[in-house]
C-alpha cells in the first residue's frame, strides 16, 4: 500500500511540473486553446487516444459490455478503432486543419457559424456542448473515483475532489500545451498497463483455451461472433462510440492544433495501433469477469445476485493483478482519465468564454482576457461536474451513452456535410442539428435506459440524414 501512496504522490508531482512547464510556454488565448497551432504528430496521436479512452472505458464499459456479450464486445474495439481513429485521421484530419486556418477558427461551433452563416447554429452547438459535456465529465470523474475506493480504500467524496483539484491545477496553469506534454507519459503508461492487464488476465485464468472453454462454459453465446443482448443491441453500440468521434468536439479540436500534413500522416498510423491495442484489451479482459467475479467471493460488485456493473472492472484488476503491478494499473486508468477530463474540460470553458462571451457578448475582448476567462471557466466546469459526481447518477455507460449521443446528434450531420458539400446549406444544417437532438432526447426519454445507445445511435443518424433534407427549403450557399 505505501507503494501507492508514493507511486501517486509522485505522479501529482510530475503533473504539476509539466503544468507548470507548459504555462511558460502559454502567452496567448491561441497557446492555451491549441498549444499555439503547432503539436506534433505523437502528442497529437496520443492526444487523441488518451481522450478517446478514459476511465468511463476501463471501469463502466468494458465491465458492462463484457459481462452482457462477452467475447463479442471487442467488436466494438474494431469500430473504435477502423472509425472512431484511422477513419477520423484518413477523412477528416487534414481537412480540418486546412479549414481552421481558412476560417481562422478554434471551435467547432466557430466552423458551423463560418461554414453556414448561421449565429444561432453557432449557440445552439455551444449551449450543448456546455450541457451534455457536464454529465460526461462526470462520469469520468465517477469511474476514477470508484478506483480509488477499490486500490486506497479512500473515501468516493474525497478521491473525487483530489481528481478535480489536480485536473484544474494541470490544465490551468498550462493549457492544451500541457495537455500534449502529458498525454505522451500517459500514452506509453496506457500502453505498458494493458499489457501488464492482458498477461495477468490470461495467466490467472488458466490460458486462452481454459477462458474460452469457461465462457463456454456459463453461456455458449458468450464466445459467440454476437453476445446474447443481440445484433441489434451491438450495433448500436458499435455505432454509437464509432461513428460519433468523427463529429466529437474534444476529439476534433486535436487537428486544430496539429502541425502539418506530414505530422497527420504519422499520427494517423501511430493512433490507430494505440486504440487497437488499447481497446482490444480492454474489452477482452472485461469479458472474463463472468470467469472471475462471483456474488459470494466479491459481494461488493453484487446486489441480489445481480452485477453492479460499475463495480466489476475494479474488482476484477484487483482479483486478477498482482500486488506488486497493481500500481502500474492504477496509473493506467489515471492517465487514460486525466487527459479526457483535460479535453472535455477545455472545449466546455471554449464553448463559454470564445463560442459565447466573444461571439455574443464582447466580440472585441481582448487575447489576454480570453485567457484569463479560459482558466476561470475550466475550474467551474470541474466544479460543477464534481458536483453532479458527487449524487452518483445512474450507471456510468448509461451516462456516457447520453452524453455521445446528443453531442453527436448536434454535429454529426451539419460537420460533416459542411466539410465534404458546398450544396447543403443554412437551413439543411440548423435543421438536422436540432432535429437530431429533439429524435436522440425524445427516444432516450420513451425507450429508457436500456435502448440509450440504440436512441443515441438514431439520433445522430437522422441528424446525417435531415442535412440534405432541410436543404432543399434554404438557398444554397457554398
Same mark, same amino acid.
Given at each position: ?268 498510423? !501511430? =493512433?490507430?495501433?494505440?486504440?487497437? $491495442? /488499447? *481497446?482490444?484489451? %480492454?474489452?477482452?479482459? &472485461? #469479458?472474463?469477469?463472468?470467469? @472471475? +467475479? ?94 453532479? !459526481? =458527487?449524487?452518483?447518477?445512474?450507471? $456510468? /455507460? *448509461?451516462?456516457? %451513452?447520453?452524453?455521445? &449521443? #446528443?453531442?453527436?446528434?448536434? @454535429? +454529426? ?66
Amino acid at each position: 500500500m505505501t507503494a501507492k501512496y508514493i507511486t501517486v504522490l509522485a505522479y501529482t508531482i510530475l503533473i504539476i511540473v509539466i503544468g507548470i512547464l507548459g504555462s511558460k510556454k502559454t502567452k496567448s488565448f491561441k497557446d492555451f486553446m491549441l498549444g499555439g497551432g503547432k503539436v506534433g504528430p505523437w502528442m497529437t496521436a496520443f492526444s487523441y487516444g488518451t481522450a478517446y479512452f478514459s476511465a468511463v472505458l476501463f471501469i463502466g464499459f468494458a465491465g458492462k459490455i463484457g459481462w452482457g456479450f462477452g467475447l463479442s464486445g471487442m467488436w466494438i474495439a474494431v469500430g473504435n478503432s477502423f472509425l472512431g481513429v484511422l477513419g477520423v485521421w484518413l477523412l477528416l484530419g487534414n481537412k480540418i486543419k486546412l479549414a481552421s486556418e481558412k476560417y481562422n477558427i478554434h471551435t467547432m461551433p466557430e466552423f458551423l457559424e463560418a461554414r453556414f452563416g448561421s449565429p444561432f447554429l453557432k449557440l445552439f452547438a455551444s449551449i450543448a456542448i456546455f450541457i451534455f459535456f457536464i454529465p460526461y465529465t462526470a462520469a469520468v470523474f465517477m469511474g476514477l473515483s470508484y478506483l480509488f475506493e477499490s486500490n486506497f480504500h479512500l473515501p468516493y467524496t474525497y478521491a473525487l475532489l483530489f481528481m478535480g483539484i489536480l485536473t484544474a491545477i494541470y490544465l490551468v496553469l498550462g493549457g492544451y500545451k500541457s495537455m500534449a506534454m502529458i498525454d505522451v507519459i500517459f500514452g506509453i503508461i496506457m500502453t505498458i498497463g494493458v499489457f501488464i492487464l492482458l498477461g495477468s488476465t490470461i495467466s490467472k485464468g488458466g490460458g486462452l483455451p481454459n477462458i474460452f472453454q469457461s465462457l463456454k462454459n456459463i453461456n455458449p453465446k458468450l464466445i459467440s461472433p454476437v453476445g446474447p443482448p443481440g445484433i441489434w443491441a451491438l450495433l448500436s453500440l458499435v455505432c454509437l462510440t464509432s461513428v460519433a468521434p468523427f463529429a466529437m468536439p474534444q476529439l476534433v479540436h486535436k487537428f486544430y492544433s496539429i502541425k502539418d500534413k506530414r505530422s497527420i500522416k504519422i499520427g494517423t498510423i !501511430a =493512433s490507430t495501433i494505440f486504440a487497437l $491495442i /488499447v *481497446t482490444g484489451i %480492454a474489452y477482452f479482459t &472485461g #469479458a472474463l469477469t463472468r470467469i @472471475f +467475479l462471483s456474488p459470494e467471493s466479491n459481494p461488493d460488485a453484487f446486489v441480489n445476485g445481480k452485477p453492479v456493473f460499475d463495480i466489476l472492472m475494479p474488482e476484477l484488476l484487483v482479483t486478477v493483478i498482482p500486488a506488486a503491478l497493481s500500481v502500474v494499473i492504477l496509473l493506467l486508468i489515471l492517465s487514460a482519465s486525466m487527459s479526457t477530463l483535460a479535453a472535455l474540460v477545455l472545449i466546455s470553458s471554449s464553448a463559454i468564454t470564445k463560442d459565447l462571451y466573444h461571439g455574443f457578448i464582447k466580440k472585441d475582448a481582448s487575447d489576454k482576457t480570453l485567457t484569463i476567462l479560459m482558466r476561470a471557466g475550466s475550474v467551474f466546469f470541474i466544479l460543477l461536474s464534481i458536483i453532479l !459526481a =458527487s449524487f452518483k447518477p445512474a450507471v $456510468i /455507460v *448509461t451516462i456516457l %451513452a447520453i452524453s455521445w &449521443g #446528443a453531442i453527436a446528434s448536434v @454535429f +454529426l450531420g451539419p460537420f460533416i456535410w459542411g466539410m465534404f458539400s458546398k450544396k447543403v446549406n443554412k437551413v439543411g444544417a440548423v435543421g438536422a442539428s436540432v432535429g437530431g437532438l429533439t429524435i436522440c432526447l425524445i427516444l432516450f426519454f420513451f425507450w429508457g435506459a436500456n435502448m440509450v445507445p440504440q436512441a443515441g445511435s438514431i439520433g445522430m443518424l437522422s441528424s446525417l440524414a435531415l442535412v440534405p433534407v432541410f436543404s432543399l427549403f434554404g438557398k444554397k450557399k457554398n
